[in-house]
C-alpha cells in the first residue's frame, strides 16, 4: 500500500480514478480504492476533474488513461475549435444512462488560464486549466443528461471545446476486455 500512498503523494496535479485497489493492497473486492485508504485512515483526494487523470494497475503503477467503450462521442461544428464557448454556455452531447465508471474528456483551447465548468445533468464540476491547448477530464459515474460547458475567465467565444468522449477509464498499454 505504501507504494500507491507515495506515488499519490508525489503526483498531486494527477487525478486518480477510484477504482479496484491492486491485489497486493487488499484481496477484498468489495471496496474500491478510496474506500480502502479511507478505512487504513490514509485518505486521498480520488475522481477530481484534473487535465491529467491516472489509475493503478494490477502492480500498483499509476498510468494514464484511455477511454473503452464510448457512450458519448461528439465534435463541434467549427473546423479547427469545435465550440467556440458563448458566454451562456454550450451543449456538447448527452450522457445516455449507464451503469459502471465513466470518464468524459474534451480537448480545449483558450487563450488565458480559465474555469471550466462542466454540467451533466445534476451534477457540477469546475476545474481550472492553463492557457494553450489540452484535455481535460471529469468522472461522470452515474451522471446522466445533457453536458454543458462553459469557461469564466477569458472573453465569449474564444475558448473553444472539441473531441468529447465519455467512456470507461482503463490504464493506458494495457489491454482491456
Do not use: K
Not at 32 to 50: I, K
Not at 108 to 134: F, I, K, N
Amino acid at each position: 500500500m505504501s507504494d500507491v500512498l507515495e506515488t499519490m503523494d508525489a503526483r498531486p496535479e494527477v487525478s486518480v480514478v477510484s477504482t479496484l485497489p491492486p491485489v497486493h493492497v487488499t484481496i477484498f473486492e468489495s471496496f474500491d480504492l478510496d474506500a480502502t485508504l479511507r478505512t487504513v485512515g490514509e485518505p486521498r483526494p480520488f475522481d477530481r476533474p484534473a487535465t491529467e487523470m491516472g489509475m493503478f494497475d494490477q502492480d500498483a503503477v499509476l498510468r494514464p488513461i484511455t477511454l473503452l467503450e464510448p457512450i458519448l462521442e461528439a465534435s463541434g461544428p467549427v473546423p479547427g475549435c469545435g465550440w467556440p464557448l458563448p458566454a451562456g454556455g454550450q451543449v456538447l452531447g448527452d450522457v445516455p444512462i449507464w451503469f459502471g465508471l465513466q470518464v468524459l474528456r474534451f480537448g480545449y483551447d483558450s487563450p488565458a488560464e480559465v474555469t471550466v465548468h462542466l454540467a451533466v445533468g445534476d451534477d457540477r464540476q469546475d476545474v481550472t486549466v492553463p492557457a494553450g491547448t489540452g484535455r481535460v477530464m471529469f468522472v461522470v459515474t452515474g451522471q446522466q443528461g445533457p453536458v454543458a460547458v462553459r469557461a469564466s475567465g477569458a472573453p465569449a467565444g474564444t475558448v473553444c471545446v472539441d473531441d468529447v468522449v465519455v467512456g470507461t477509464p482503463w490504464p493506458e498499454g494495457l489491454s482491456g476486455n
